[in-house]
């Protein structure tokens, strides 16, 4: 969301944004901003310091504990250190916007936005979960979903592990078998277990990034 009245500043955003494949909104009151804020989820604010209601928008964003994540990701205008202090903002621009910076700054908070939707986005998949606290003792389940910090999974028995242990499968089109020490997270009655990773492997850990990615981006 940009949140400003200057056209030329605003259509030069627009423009970069586009190109980054990211859909933009435009409010010109502050208060409609905040309102919208309240009704909806939006991924980056831009927010124009040299609007008038700008300085009540942002501190309303910071006493507002609903609103309180949501941190401007660039402010543009002349923002005062204190500003920048106060919000959070990660970054500035001046006016009038350098395309170049404006580009560079842009294409990161793009990288960042993407990387907070993935580390959190859960692919479902219906595959064979082995969870073994040593040789003798495992546990077959189905996993239900996946995400980098954990999976969910399906179990017709009781999961009764009280310490860390390994849980393994395979990803669709992955050359190995996924192995990475775990615990338990929650469980329900109907044989639903949240599990949650411990310690995953490096190159395991970008295995399950990448896979992950893939089917992000193809649905």
Known sequence: MVVSRDWQEVSVLECIL????MDVSVEQEP???LTRLNRSRVDALIVDCDLNGSAQFLHELQQDQRLASTVPLVIMGAPSAQTLDV?????????PISVEQ???????????ILDGRLRYHRAGLEVPVSLSCNRRSRIETYLVNVSQGGLQ???????????PFQVSFE?????????ANAEVAWQD??????????????????????????????N
């Open 102 to 112: 404006a580009v560079r700054t842009l294409s990161a908070a793009r990288n960042m």
């Open 18 to 21: 586009g190109g980054l494949h």
């Open 31 to 33: 208060v409609r901003a």
């Open 87 to 95: 919000t959070g903002a990660l970054f500035a621009f001046k006016k």
């Open 171 to 179: 990803l669709p089109g992955a050359r190995s078998v996924l192995k």
């Open 189 to 218: 009655k109907r044989g639903n277990v949240g599990i949650r990773f411990v310690k995953v492997p490096p190159r395991q850990q970008r295995t399950l990034q990448l896979w992950l990615a893939q089917q992000y981006f193809q």
């Open 153 to 163: 999974v399906h179990s017709d028995l009781p999961v009764e592990i009280n310490k």
